[in-house]
């Protein structure tokens, strides 16, 4: 839909900008007072301009004697406007948020930037501006942001006003995210970043192999990239090595956070920054050096590949990560090699800030790391030793140095703890909020137990404690808990939880665990996993948190009539009946979920 600029004579440009003042007015609420066949007013107005009639030319009388003439289409649906002023978009929303949407190569490519647009330099106000069908162009900004890019695509080819505002998309989006299908195209990709000028996030599922080509795209692409992250499929490859992307963090000078799976062709990496804060690197194998010099970083999450041949020289590489980032606040490493020795070497760097230590996989970790962790670092706010040797002695230094800090604590996969453990930890940490014990108190004369299953071979044989060969019980009672998982844990026989906070309680496969023996008081329960659970189990658990909803229910006060009749619900105060009613529709809308499959 092409629209010629009208052609404006010098001496009449003081009355077209009179004209121009009055005609470019926002956009009516509530509709179109004009005509949308010949753009005259609607009351007392009957159009005799047939939609399919030529292209005529309309005089738009002004408040001057002189008058703009426009070669307009009869399918406009509003008056010809004057040109729209250049405004900037930095105001405009966050544009292309949206999650685990394909994006398939294959499609036609069109160019993004419409190079035959009549006004390629213009940037308009979508809050000022009516689009093709007299729809404002704020409305259609909100709609099409909401597409994916393939969405987008397809819009940018409806009309003129369409492919103005996804234009306007493109260039004003600051997070990205994309699907990379097997078959697809680096010039595609590149296409897509390249209509981004000011996209800061960038989040790449690739169903396809990752180069350095791929890596240096996104840095010429993007050269404002504050956060990157790529995640890969089954099926997929990373083929980027330690040298490439050493490269591409010391090129991205604004690179905040880094997040990259599938990183075992690293081979080893120097990380040089001063911006990075944030390094996520999963399935790292064979490492010979690693060396961080970034001084900012804060956070830093290491996944190893559980391969026995495993070369990495943990201790060297914690020492030397303690040395160089002083400013650690966050740090998870999961490998089978870490030890007592690097439990050492990381205590001896001395980072003040630490809040939050995440040492998984580690069976060579017992009670004596837990001293060492505690001596150093007394105000943790997370504490994860799942797969650890630690005992129930382990658990009462935790809870000896942590009392007023520790409010996630995680002990998964740990034999030596026992019930009892678990009920001291949960009477002596009072700031307690989640805590994970799952497929430590197991029954190990249980022949399909979920270790079986899984094939969990890094497990230490401490399985066979004497404390496992009977039954535990479970009791506690907490006022902040909010998350409880006791996952795999067959050596549960009765479980009483008093926790009034408690919203997510994990009781997958705790099999032996008697419907007779289990006690609930937990109100705010929204969702319990039975899944492996004995059926009369899963009937307690349903039939128990009925029951607490309905007591919730029914906690209103009751009184009877002033003829004594019969007995009403009512409150205290005639003033609080519509807060008492919300508060029972609160009740009835958060009813537990009980997951079985």
Avoid at 76 to 105: G, K, M, V
Avoid at 354 to 372: F, K, N, P, Q, W
Wanted: glycine content about 6%; charged content about 20%; some cysteine.
């Amino acid at each position: 839909m092409h629209h010629p600029q009208p052609h404006i004579s010098t001496p009449a440009s003081a009355s077209f900008a009179a004209a121009a003042a009055f005609d470019f007015k926002p956009a009516k609420r509530r509709g179109s007072y004009n005509c949308g066949r010949c753009g005259l007013p609607k009351k007392g107005h009957v159009c005799h301009v047939n939609s399919s009639t030529n292209p005529t030319s309309i005089s738009t009388p002004t408040s001057s004697p002189s008058t703009v003439t426009v070669e307009n289409s009869s399918s406009a649906s509003r008056p010809p406007h004057a040109p729209p002023i250049r405004q900037s978009y930095t105001h405009l929303r966050r544009a292309l948020s949206f999650d685990d949407i394909e994006t398939r190569a294959d499609t036609p490519e069109r160019d993004l930037d419409d190079s035959d647009s009549p006004y390629p330099g213009t940037d308009l106000d979508p809050d000022n501006e009516m689009v093709s069908g007299g729809l404002p162009a704020g409305c259609l900004w909100e709609v099409l942001r909401r597409l994916p890019p393939a969405g987008l695509l397809a819009a940018a080819s409806v009309c003129k006003g369409w492919r103005e505002t996804t234009k306007r998309l493109w260039r004003a989006a600051e997070e990205l995210r994309l699907m990379v299908p097997p078959r697809g195209q680096l010039r595609f990709i590149g296409s897509v970043l390249n209509k981004c000028p000011s996209l800061v996030r960038l989040s790449l599922k690739m169903e396809s192999d990752v180069d350095a080509t791929m890596l240096a795209c996104i840095a010429f692409s993007c050269p404002n990239l504050e956060s990157m992250e790529i995640s890969t499929s089954n099926t997929a490859v990373n083929r980027i090595t330690g040298d490439e992307l050493g490269r591409f963090v010391a090129d991205k000078r604004c690179l905040t956070s880094l997040k990259m799976e599938g990183s075992s062709n690293l081979g080893g990496f120097v990380l040089s920054s001063s911006s990075l804060s944030t390094l996520w690197l999963s399935d790292l194998y064979s490492l010979s050096k690693m060396v961080f010099n970034c001084p900012n970083l804060k956070e830093v999450s290491l996944e190893f590949s559980r391969q026995e041949n495993d070369t990495t020289d943990l201790t060297t590489m914690v020492d030397a990560m303690g040395r160089s980032c002083p400013r650690l606040q966050n740090i998870h490493i999961a490998s089978v090699r870490l030890s007592h020795a690097v439990v050492l070497s990381l205590t001896a760097a001395n980072l003040r800030g630490l809040r939050m230590l995440s040492l998984v996989l580690g069976s060579e970790i017992t009670d004596a790391s837990v001293a060492a962790i505690a001596s150093s670092y007394s105000k943790l706010e997370l504490l994860d030793l799942s797969g650890s040797s630690i005992s129930d002695s382990g658990i009462g230094m935790i809870c000896n140095v942590f009392p007023n800090t520790l409010s996630r604590l995680l002990l998964a996969l740990c034999p030596n703890i026992t019930s009892s453990g678990i009920q001291f930890a949960t009477a002596q940490l009072p700031l307690l909020e989640l805590m994970d014990c799952g497929m430590s108190v197991c029954d190990p004369d249980s022949q399909n137990s979920p270790c079986d299953e899984r094939g969990d071979n890094e497990l230490p044989n401490a399985l066979n404690n004497k404390l496992h060969l009977m039954y535990q019980k479970l009791i506690i009672k907490h006022s902040r808990l909010k998350k409880l998982s006791l996952w795999g844990c067959s050596g549960l026989d009765a479980l009483c939880l008093n926790c009034p906070e408690l919203n997510d309680l994990n009781l997958n496969s705790c099999k032996n665990l008697h419907p007779e023996r289990l006690l609930l008081q937990c109100p705010s329960l929204q969702n319990v996993h039975a899944s492996g659970c004995q059926e009369s189990l899963i009937g307690a658990i349903k039939s128990q948190v009925s029951d607490s909803m309905a007591s919730l229910e029914n906690q209103f006060q009751c009184k009877r009539l002033a003829d004594g009749s019969k007995r009403v619900r009512a409150p205290d105060c005639l003033s609080q009946e519509a807060s008492d009613d919300k508060k029972r529709r609160k009740v009835v809308e958060q009813q537990c979920k009980v997951v079985v499959d």
